[in-house]
């Protein structure tokens, strides 16, 4: 930059100028810069985990487009391996369905199932709970869990279950990158684009500055 400014007639563009502000601030802060961005990185993820916000962050989370779609499949196919495991274990299912709760990382997940836990301690079967939330746990689950209860073989229905949610789960993230490939590319090339521009117009502008000298 000391160069180019040192030649009269030369005007860098606003481009170049911001990435020779940010190199130099690279320079100058590098230690200091990481730790500050590593920090910010730490200090929202532990705001947003908060008890007041999570139920806001984790609703917003789940209703997201394409990424709310794994994390639903995620929390579902948690549950029915945790759950399932818990009972071939021979632990009591209204102990399972609490142990599985606590396990399931979105609170709105863990706010149904213990939710259900307490519709079972009161009688009622764990699929006509879970069915009361078919936003949360589709009717696939419920009616799925249903036939377990009624055959006696829950675990084995909830082993189904987590190999079918977990393969979703799979099939939805190769989905999601194959859907941000093109993205990416684009990014990418606007960067370096960007990059080119920065670095060849002053390039330009200083050859003609010579040439008028």
């Known amino acids: 930059a000391g160069l180019f400014k040192s030649i009269p007639g030369i005007k860098l563009p606003l481009v170049t100028v911001l990435l020779l502000k940010v190199a130099d601030f690279a320079q100058r802060y590098t230690f200091s810069a ?21 139920p806001i962050t984790h609703r917003v989370t789940i209703r997201l ?6 994390v639903r499949d995620v929390n579902l196919a948690r549950f029915s391996l945790v759950l399932g495991t818990m009972l071939r274990s021979g632990i009591p299912i209204t102990s399972a369905v609490d142990i599985t709760a606590q396990v399931l990382g ?23 709970a879970l069915a009361e939330a078919p936003n949360l746990y589709p009717g696939i689950v419920s009616k799925m869990i249903n036939v377990g209860e009624r055959t ?39 960067i370096a684009l960007s990059m080119a521009y920065a670095i060849l117009i002053p390039i330009y502008n200083f050859i003609g500055a010579i040439r008028r000298v």
């Open 152 to 190: 006696g073989n829950l675990e084995t229905v909830l082993g189904y279950l987590a190999e079918f949610y977990e393969l979703e789960v799979e099939t939805a993230t190769k989905n999601l990158s194959t859907a941000l490939e093109p993205l990416l590319l684009l990014f990418i090339g606007g």
């Open 106 to 128: 979105n609170v709105h997940y863990r706010r149904e199932l213990y939710r259900a836990r307490e519709e079972m301690q009161r009688g009622n079967p764990l699929s006509g």
């Open 34 to 54: 990481f730790f500050v961005f590593i920090g910010s990185i730490a200090f929202v993820s532990w705001i947003l985990s908060r008890p007041l916000l999570a």
């Open 65 to 70: 487009p394409i990424f709310g779609r794994i």
